[in-house]
C-alpha cells in the first residue's frame, strides 16, 4: 500500500489538507461563538453545520465571543512578533498555548465563569486507560470490508499531512515505513479498543507550531496526556472551551493561506489547479475521506488525458549531405543515424510531435507521424 502515495500530487495533498482545515474551523465555530447546537459529523458536514451556525447566530454568548477575541489575539501576537521575529535569538519558542491555558483555567476558576456568564468549560475528563483485552475475533467478518476501506483512506490521509510538512521542511518520507508504523500502532491500540490512528490536522500542526520537529516532541507530548489523563485531568475542568478553540484556529493558519497557492499554480500548471480546486470542493461539500478518493481519480483521469496529449521531442544526428527536406510533406527524408544529445559537425534537426506512439521504440515511428523539422545550423 505504499504505494498508495504515488498518486497523491501536491495538488491533491493541497486540496485534501486546506479543504481538511476549513473543516476543523467550522467544527470550532460553535465553540468561538459560544453557541449551541447538535453537530453531526458525516457527508456534508461543511454546508450543513454553517446553515445551523447562521441559524443560531443570534444566540452568541457576548463572555464567549471575547474570551475568544483575547486568546486569539494574544496568541497569534506572541507567535508572530515573537516566536517568528526573533527565533534565532531565542533558545526554544515561548510556549503561549501553555500559557494560555494556564491563565484561561485560572482565571475561569477564580471568576467562576459558567455560572455568572454561562462560558461553556471543558468539564469532566476522564482518568486512567482501558482495561486491555483481546479484540473479538469472532466478528472479523462483520467489519473486514469497512475494515479495509478504513485502511486504505486513513494511510492516505496519513500520508497527506506527513507530505505537507516533509514539504514545508524540506525532508522526504518513506511511505511503507509510515505503513509500518500505523499498522504496529493500530495492533498495538486493538487491544485497548482504540479507534482506528490516524493523523490528526489540528494537533499536528499545533505541535509544529510550538517548535515540534522531531519523534522527541511526540514522546513528550504523550508523556504529557500520559500524565493528565492519570492524575491532572480534573484540574482542566474549569477552562473554557473557546480557548481551546482559538489555539487551533491560530495554529491552522497557514493552512488557510494554501488557498494562495491557486496563484502560482495558475502560472505554472492549470490542470494541477484544476485538481487543487476539484479536490478542495469536494473535501469541503462532501467529506474528507469521498475528497480524497475524488481528488485521486480526477488526478489519473487527467494523467491519462496529458499521455494522449503529450508533447514528444526527438533528436536526430543527419549527415548534411543525405538530407532532404520538404515542408509541404509530412515525413522527413534522410539517414537518421543517432537519437540523443551528441553534437557533430553537420545539422541539428529537432522533431516535435503531439500524438502518440504506440510502437517500440519511438524511433520506428517517425514516418507515422506528423512533424515539424527545425533546423539549425550547428557550429562545429
Not at 486540496?15 to 449551541?36: C, E, M, N, P, Y
Not at 536526430?316 to 532532404?324: S, T, W
Not at 527536406?325 to 516535435?352: C, I, K, P, S, Y
Request: proline share 4%; aromatic share 8%.
Amino acid at each position: 500500500m505504499g504505494m498508495v502515495n504515488t498518486y497523491l500530487s501536491d495538488a491533491v495533498v493541497g486540496g485534501v489538507t486546506t479543504g481538511a482545515a476549513f473543516h476543523i474551523l467550522t467544527s470550532q465555530v460553535k465553540d468561538i461563538l459560544g453557541i449551541r447546537f447538535k453537530l453531526a459529523g458525516g457527508a456534508h458536514f461543511f454546508p450543513r453545520t454553517w446553515i445551523e451556525i447562521f441559524r443560531h447566530i443570534g444566540e452568541s454568548n457576548p463572555a464567549t465571543v471575547i474570551i475568544s477575541a483575547v486568546s486569539m489575539t494574544i496568541v497569534s501576537v506572541v507567535k508572530t512578533h515573537v516566536n517568528e521575529r526573533f527565533a534565532k535569538r531565542l533558545p526554544f519558542p515561548v510556549p503561549v498555548e501553555m500559557g494560555m491555558v494556564v491563565v484561561a483555567t485560572l482565571v475561569s476558576s477564580l471568576a467562576n465563569l459558567e455560572q455568572r456568564f454561562s462560558v461553556r468549560l471543558v468539564g469532566t475528563v476522564p482518568s486512567g486507560f482501558p482495561r486491555p483485552r483481546l479484540p473479538v475475533f469472532s466478528a472479523m467478518h462483520l467489519v473486514l470490508q469497512d475494515a479495509i476501506v478504513m485502511a486504505v483512506v486513513s494511510f492516505a490521509l496519513n500520508v497527506s499531512v506527513a507530505r505537507l510538512f516533509a514539504k514545508k521542511h524540506e525532508y522526504r518520507i518513506d511511505p511503507t515505513q509510515e505503513l509500518l508504523a500505523y499498522g504496529v500502532g493500530n495492533v498495538f491500540s486493538s487491544f485497548f479498543e482504540s479507534y482506528v490512528l490516524c493523523a490528526a490536522l489540528a494537533r499536528s500542526v499545533v505541535q509544529e507550531a510550538s517548535g515540534g520537529r522531531t519523534q522527541l516532541a511526540g514522546l513528550v507530548s504523550c508523556a504529557v496526556v500520559a500524565i493528565f489523563l492519570l492524575f491532572l485531568g480534573p484540574l482542566l475542568q474549569p477552562l473554557p472551551q473557546a480557548v481551546l478553540a482559538s489555539i487551533v484556529l491560530v495554529a491552522l493558519k497557514r493552512m488557510y493561506l494554501q488557498v494562495f497557492d491557486l496563484r502560482t499554480l495558475w502560472h505554472v500548471d492549470k490542470l494541477e489547479m484544476l485538481v487543487w480546486i476539484v479536490t478542495f470542493a469536494s473535501v469541503l461539500i462532501i467529506d474528507v475521506a469521498p475528497g480524497l478518493l475524488i481528488g485521486v481519480v480526477f488526478n489519473l483521469f487527467l494523467l491519462i488525458v496529458r499521455a494522449q496529449l503529450a508533447a514528444m521531442a526527438l533528436l536526430g544526428q543527419l549527415e548534411l549531405a543525405a538530407l532532404r527536406v520538404n515542408e509541404n510533406l509530412d515525413t522527413v527524408m534522410g539517414g537518421l543515424l543517432a537519437a540523443g544529445h551528441r553534437r557533430r559537425q553537420g545539422v541539428t534537426v529537432t522533431l516535435e510531435s503531439r500524438a502518440s506512439v504506440d510502437e517500440d521504440p519511438p524511433l520506428r515511428a517517425l514516418a507515422l507521424l506528423r512533424q515539424r523539422v527545425a533546423i539549425q545550423e550547428a557550429r562545429p
